[in-house]
């Protein structure tokens, strides 16, 4: 919203300084976005007289003029304008002077030969308009010697505010001015609209189909108008804010949508045909609306339409063929009310962004439709003459009629502020509410502009804001009776575990978007319409990630192409398996690229990392899982996993078939491609609300520690095993030879190739026995290494390496 | 007696001129093996007279004391001396690199750190952590938190859909962590006090705005929390966050359908170059939202706004960010360029603390 400040004038008596009042509506929550002095611009340019003017010696379109400035001390200027002449009065700029319409400095300098020590300057050189035929003249009565700005009322400042949806009544400047004087700024100027009397009875009837559309109607001819360009001061008032100066009719009702947020319509009667009516469009209408675009309506729009069809698309635009011009003799006033959901609905639909949208949209005071209707016929008869006729009012203006049951405690209820007494009352008062009664709850009626005002809250929200947020004081908070204790879910726990862990494996974290493309989105296991976004801002962000492995592959590749092929990354984010709360997930993803294994990437002179692989990814979901307190002696390893992972070298954790914790391993090359990423890539993804919580545990002591006294004894043993059968059943069927005596297997060997059958592999187990009762003898010892032999050779067809 | 002396004389001169273990054996043979100098020596002891045995015995066994252990000594000195000699030898190039630890690779965004940064400062004062779905319906992003169906503050938010669903109703991405308030007053009887953290979404792309960024939110319900206290809550949040002694704050009257009163808050600041100092200058800027929540919001959530009252803010995780740790482009945090998450990032072990400092 702009004003200038001598409009915010009009409405408001005041001393106060500009930067007074802005810093006042910044603080009763009208922000100044933006504040325009041009004066501060024009302050160098000064009003001259030109004594004389002679044809310049060498050049025949140039002037040698004599300047007076206003001092007594003439100076030359050399002066290409047609009009430059003994005696006129012009605005006069000294070399040294920013010339805002050039962009240029201007300095002292010979212009064929003649020497030039300004310039007289067109009002295109001020920056003030396109005219450019010659040098600016003032009329022959102005003083000389004074700043050119002010004469021309060019030092009048601009504010623009953002005004908040709720605060309609400020997108007029008489709403503005009211919360200034009851900020105490100023005073409200009085004003009151007189009713227009009418001179005959208005030949136009009109009609509202719906009245949930348009509650209220009102229309006036007035006959017999000159409409033409408007006064100097309208027409700048209007170019002060970024408007176009239209003709005087359409003038109007622009400055009333500014001045009293009071959108209103002008018809050219001549071209209007029978009367109007108010109704939905039919499907397929069109109108050529004023900004020069054909718009089609749809059966939810509101038009209004007389015998020719749509003239006007209802309190948004109105329409070309009916519109005003300075041919227009008789013209018809609208003064209405709309619904302000279908305005925004059918203004977002066409995409139309008029002033008078914006302000139905938020809705405007309707006790003012009639009064807006006899101020703009009181303006059109001043600038344009003509007769009114009487006023046709469809429809009913809605009673204002709320009153609300205000305690006067609540704003320190509310908001901790202690009031002056009878402050709040004053505040109300003259913010145009009606406050009565004088026992604790007072009863306050609401002007018809607040329909924002609908209760107690809003009250005291009035009241904090006018007598200054920073009245209220800063007030401890009691941590109150809360123990201390943790903050934190189980899950919140684990997402911040996982991440301290994962990048303690040298894991960069990322932050990938929500939504990947819906082939990336497919290949992934996604991809369903329900997680199809119906507005996506691109076609690769369209569908919500069913996994972090796409974002995390693209960014590894992303920076591959920058030059860090070995890039180590994980995100711990939502995964979207529905639209359902409970089917979005946190998901801990770890994803290694090129080289960039657990222990570091790339060559090194002690030995160089080779590609990265499915037991880097294992690792990385390991250290994820016990990280966040997965039961690490109960998780399951089975071969494969979903269909983008490597068939053949890819695992998954569970804990049961039902329960899958995690996925890990080496990306299909088929994957790869889809994503367009270049291999080896390994990854792993933990779920990590799948991890079952820990029980609730009486005391945080940990188990006895059991210390044996007895030496362990470590026995090696390597067999000879078909390719096929899997590291952990031998270890599981070792540690199934005596489950009192061993308490650990560890795999040390794995090899297969020259020495060793084709289609078997050996595998070295190193078995750890830890007597429990007394040392054991030679011959005890080797039973048990008989038996582990036996157990391996049952359940696995392993032989013992000779 | 003079032969012992010479004898010894002798002996010694021998073992120093001894240039290696053999040599310094050759001369314990010849000194004190069976056939040794000494050994023969010591032998005619027992043809001597007890008289002869006494005067002789100490000088002969002291003679054969001082010889063995002259022979230790330098036995022991050879020795030392080819060990230092071998180890000389043996020797590392210390310049070389060793590959970094991967404690030292490892990043944290910066998004999760401010996160932790927040929760440990909030985990003090008494809030709980609460978070809710990214797909929300229009209930909870919207209705319960007293949009008015067609309000322009709606269309504000540029919200992502999803294609209505066979009950007819569409989904949406939360334009905001504000329903996580919703679901909280629904779930939890007052007092409530929590922090929201999580991603949000708006259809908006420019050099300030990404499609998906992070807010999080704080919610006070009980009988007697007001804006005094907000206002508290903030400049000690502020003070804490931006790790200064003291913020200005000021606090602006605004419009959030879900807050009555409403404001914005802007921190008094410098900024000079790329840095933002809190806590002095003269600019002002804008950082969070906030107010008493609605009536209407209460009622909602069957809470009697005549009985319960309170209040929210909520603030953008990442613009915190950049103004702390002064990233200068918030497109580049969901980026994943390697070479700004090393710079910015954070350490695994970098815990955020209130012991410690927040930012170590």
């Known amino acids: 919203m702009k004003f200038t400040l001598s409009w915010l004038k009009e409405h408001l008596e005041t001393d106060a300084s500009l930067s007074e009042i802005a810093d006042k509506l910044t603080m009763i929550g009208l922000e100044v976005e933006r504040i325009e002095d041009k004066a501060a611009a024009l302050a160098p340019f000064t009003t001259a007289r030109v004594i004389s003017a002679e044809k310049h010696p060498d050049a025949d379109r140039l002037r040698v003029c004599k300047v007076d400035p206003g001092d007594g001390k003439p100076v030359q200027v050399v002066c290409g304008a047609p009009n430059a002449r003994a005696g006129l009065i012009g605005v006069f700029a000294r070399a040294g002077t920013h010339i805002p319409g050039t962009g240029l400095d201007l300095k002292v300098g010979k212009i064929r030969g003649q020497e030039s020590h300004g310039m007289l300057v067109s009002a295109r050189e001020m920056g003030i308009s396109d005219e450019h035929e010659g040098i600016i003249e003032l009329p022959a009565d102005t003083p000389i010697g004074k700043p050119f700005a002010p004469l021309m009322g060019l030092d009048d400042p601009m504010l623009e505010i953002a005004v908040t949806p709720n605060r309609a009544d400020c997108l007029g400047v008489r709403g503005i001015a009211r919360d200034l004087a009851a900020a105490l700024v100023g005073k409200l100027k009085d004003e009151r609209t007189m009713p227009v009397k009418g001179e005959f009875p208005c030949p136009v009837s009109v009609k509202i189909e719906d009245a949930s559309l348009c509650p209220a109607f009102a229309l006036r001819l007035v006959r017999g108008v000159k409409n033409g360009p408007s006064p100097e001061w309208l027409q700048r008032r209007l170019r002060a804010i970024g408007l176009r100066p239209i003709n005087a009719l359409v003038d109007i009702t622009n400055l009333l949508t500014f001045d009293r947020a009071r959108p209103l319509h002008v018809f050219d009667a001549a071209k209007v045909k029978g009367n109007l009516v108010i109704r939905r469009a039919k499907a397929g209408e069109k109108l050529l609306a004023l900004d020069g675009k054909t718009y089609e309506f749809d059966s939810e729009m509101c038009v209004i339409a007389d015998d020719n069809g749509v003239e006007s698309l209802s309190g948004i635009m109105g329409g070309e063929a009916s519109g005003c011009s300075e041919s227009t003799i008789d013209v018809l006033i609208e003064s209405a009310l709309w619904n302000p959901v279908n305005i925004a609905h059918t203004g977002r639909k066409l995409g139309i962004n008029s002033d008078a949208r914006y302000r139905f949209e938020r809705g405007v005071d309707p006790a003012f439709t009639v009064p807006g209707l006899d101020l703009a016929t009181k303006l059109v008869i001043e600038l344009c003459g003509g007769k009114p006729s009487e006023i046709v009012l469809a429809g009913a203006i809605p009673e204002a009629n709320r009153v609300i049951d205000f305690p006067l405690h609540e704003p320190h209820r509310l908001a901790g502020l202690e009031l002056k007494a009878g402050e709040a009352k004053r505040i109300l008062t003259s913010l145009g509410f009606i406050v009565s009664g004088n026992t604790e709850v007072v009863k306050v009626a609401v002007p018809s502009w607040r329909g924002d005002v609908e209760g107690k809250a809003d009250l005291v929200e009035e009241i904090v804001r006018i007598a200054g947020v920073d009245r209220v004081p800063a007030t401890p908070f009691e941590r109150g009776e809360f123990a201390r204790k943790p903050v934190l879910t189980a899950l919140q726990k684990r997402t911040r575990a996982a991440k301290r862990a994962l990048a303690g494996a040298g894991l960069v974290e990322a932050v990938t978007w929500s939504f990947i493309s819906k082939q990336q989105a497919e290949a992934f296991g996604g991809g369903k319409p329900s997680l199809a976004l119906a507005n996506p801002i691109a076609a690769e962000l369209s569908d919500m990630r069913p996994s972090l492995i796409p974002g995390l592959a693209l960014a590894a590749q992303r920076n591959a192409d920058r030059g860090y092929a070995d890039s180590a990354l994980f995100e711990v984010g939502q995964i979207f398996l529905g639209d359902k709360p409970e089917e979005q997930l946190m998901a801990a993803t770890s994803l290694r690229k090129g080289t960039a294994k657990v222990a570091g990437a790339g060559r090194h002179w002690s030995g160089s990392a080779g590609n990265v692989d499915v037991f880097d990814a294992k690792a990385d979901a390991l250290e994820t899982l016990a990280a966040s307190g997965a039961p690490l002696d109960k998780l399951q390893i089975v071969p494969g996993g979903p269909a983008y992972l490597h068939p053949g070298r890819s695992g998954t954790i569970q804990l049961g078939p039902k329960n899958i914790l995690a996925y890990f391993g080496e990306l299909h090359p088929a994957a790869c491609e889809a994503l367009g990423v270049e291999g080896p890539v390994a990854v792993s993804e933990t779920i990590l609300d799948r991890i079952p919580e820990p029980k609730a545990k009486a005391t945080r002591a940990k188990p006895p520690l059991m210390l044996s006294p007895f030496q362990p004894v470590e026995r090696d043993f390597a067999f000879i095993v078909d390719r096929e059968v899997q590291a952990t059943d031998i270890v599981k069927a070792a540690q199934g030879a005596d489950k009192n005596l061993i308490a650990a297997v560890d795999v040390f060997d794995l090899y297969e190739g020259k020495g060793i059958e084709p289609g078997k592999k050996s595998l070295a187990i190193a078995v750890t026995i830890q007597p429990v009762e007394k040392t054991l003898t030679d011959a005890e010892i080797e039973a048990i290494a008989s038996k582990i032999v036996a157990e391996v050779t049952k359940k696995t067809g392993a032989v013992l390496r000779g | 007696m003079t032969d012992l002396k010479q004898l010894e004389a002798e002996l010694m001169k021998s073992i120093d001129a001894a240039k290696d273990e053999a040599a310094v054996e050759a001369v314990r043979v010849s000194a004190l093996g069976k056939k040794g100098s000494i050994s023969e020596l010591l032998k005619t002891l027992g043809a001597m007279t007890p008289e002869e045995r006494k005067q002789n015995g100490p000088l002969i066994n002291g003679l054969r004391d001082r010889v063995s252990e002259a022979l230790n ?226 009622k909602n959530c069957k809470l009697d706004p005549n009985e319960y009252q309170g209040f929210a803010w909520g603030m953008g995780i990442d613009r915190i960010a950049m103004l702390k740790y002064g990233m200068p482009d918030l497109r580049a945090f969901f980026e994943a360029d390697v070479r700004w998450l090393s710079h910015y990032g954070f350490r695994p072990l970098d815990f955020p603390t209130l012991a410690g400092g927040l930012s170590g």
Not at chain 2, 140 to 163: S, V
Not at chain 2, 220 to 231: A, E, F, P, Q, T
Not at chain 2, 268 to 277: A, I, L, S
């Open chain 2, 73 to 298: 000594a330098k036995k022991n000195a050879l020795k030392q001396a080819a060990l230092s000699q071998q180890l000389a030898a043996d020797k590392a190039d210390v310049t070389l690199p060793v590959r970094e630890n991967a404690l030292e690779r490892g990043r944290i965004h910066p998004v999760s750190q401010v996160i932790d940064e927040v929760t440990t400062i909030f985990a003090d004062m008494g809030f709980s952590v609460a978070e809710g779905p990214d797909i929300e319906t229009d209930f909870y992003n919207f209705t319960a938190l007293n949009f008015p169906e067609g309000h322009p503050a709606r269309e504000m938010h540029d919200t992502f859909f999803f294609n209505p669903g066979p009950d007819g109703q569409r989904k949406l991405l939360r334009t905001h962590t504000s329903p996580v308030q919703i679901r909280t007053m629904e779930k939890v009887k007052p007092p409530i006090r929590v922090i929201m953290p999580g991603r949000t979404y708006r259809c908006d792309s420019d050099q300030t705005h990404t499609p998906m960024f992070h807010q999080v939110e704080g919610l006070v319900i009980d009988k007697g929390s007001h804006l005094g206290h907000l206002k508290w809550i903030l400049e000690e949040f502020c003070k804490a966050f931006f790790e200064v002694p003291s913020v200005k704050m000021r606090f602006r009257p605004s419009f959030f359908p879900f807050t009555e009163p409403s404001m914005e808050v802007d921190i008094q600041c410098d900024r000079r170059g790329n840095e933002v100092r809190f806590g002095e200058g003269s600019d002002w800027m804008e950082i969070l939202g906030c107010g008493m929540v609605h009536p209407n919001v209460l």
